[in-house]
C-alpha cells in the first residue's frame, strides 16, 4: 500500500509560480513510477507529469511543457512539480498518483493522494 500527501497549492496570479510536494510512504516496489494528474471542474483528468523512479524518464502533457518540472529526493521520498509561468487554465486540484501499469501512464494510476488545490488568476 502507498500512502501519498500533497502539499504547496495555493492562489497565484498569471505568470507566477508554485511547488508542489508530494511525500509518499509504503513499499518502494509499489511507486515504479510516480506522476501529478490535475482535474479542473467540469473537465477530465489530465496527467499533466509522470517519472518513471527507477531511470528518472519523464513526460510531460503539451499543454505544461517548457513550464512544469517534476522530479524526485529518493531520500525524502518525495514527488515535486515546479510550476512556472503558470496560466489561468493551469487552474486545477492536483493529485499525486503513483503505480503504473504502462508508460507513460498519462493519468493511469493505482494510488492517489488527496489532492491540493492551484488557483490562477489573470
Known amino acids: 500500500q502507498v500512502h501519498l500527501v500533497e502539499s504547496g497549492g495555493g492562489s497565484v496570479e498569471a505568470g507566477g509560480s508554485l511547488r508542489l510536494s508530494c511525500v509518499a510512504s509504503g513499499y518502494s516496489e509499489n511507486r515504479n513510477c510516480m506522476g501529478w494528474v490535475r482535474q479542473a471542474p467540469g473537465k477530465e483528468r489530465e496527467g499533466v507529469a509522470n517519472?518513471?523512479?527507477?531511470?528518472?524518464?519523464?513526460y510531460y502533457a503539451d499543454s505544461v511543457k517548457g513550464r512544469f518540472t517534476i522530479s524526485q529526493d529518493s531520500a525524502k521520498n518525495t514527488l515535486y512539480l515546479q510550476m512556472n509561468n503558470l496560466k489561468p487554465e493551469d487552474t486545477a486540484m492536483y493529485y499525486c498518483?503513483?503505480?503504473?501499469?504502462?508508460?507513460?501512464?498519462?493519468?493511469?494510476?493505482?494510488?492517489w493522494g488527496q489532492g491540493t488545490q492551484v488557483i490562477v488568476s489573470s
Open positions: 498518483a503513483a503505480d503504473c501499469d504502462r508508460w507513460p501512464p498519462g493519468s493511469d494510476f493505482r494510488y
Open positions: 517519472i518513471y523512479i527507477g531511470g528518472g524518464t519523464t
